[in-house]
Nanobody
Framework: QVRVAESGGGLVQAGGSLRLSCAGS????????MGWYRQTPGKQRELVAA???????NYADSVKGRFTISRDNAKKTVYLEMNSLKPEDTAVYYC?????????WGQGTQVTVSS
């Protein structure tokens, strides 16, 4: 079982940058597919970016070229580097860990981008 906790959210102006961190605990972290999702009020949670145990990544079209996901298995941490932020990136960002049939979520961190 893995527990994950997000940090790094905050308020930033449009065009700015933020780096989110997701700290994991527990065993077998390196085998988990790690993802970042986001959610705004009244909308479904959506995938932002994910990275497999092999380091393969995928991104939502809306963030391609602006966001970068990476993982450091030794530190059991996943990062989301967000550049050129837009007001529409405002959301609660959640870290997600998946392996086999197990899925774990963090509590989320708020990102607010002002125009």
């Amino acid at each position: 079982q893995v527990r994950v906790a997000e940090s790094g959210g905050g308020l930033v102006q449009a065009g700015g940058s933020l780096r989110l961190s997701c700290a994991g605990s527990g065993s077998m972290f390196e085998f988990y597919v790690m993802g970042w999702y986001r959610q705004t009020p009244g909308k479904q949670r959506e995938l932002v970016a994910a990275v497999t145990s092999a380091g393969e990544t995928n991104y939502a079209d809306s963030v391609k070229g602006r966001f970068t996901i990476s993982r450091d298995n030794a530190k059991k941490t996943v990062y989301l580097e967000m550049n050129s932020l837009k007001p529409e990136d405002t959301a609660v960002y959640y870290c997600n860990a998946k392996w086999g049939g197990a899925v774990f979520w963090g509590q989320g961190t708020q990102v607010t981008v002002s125009s």
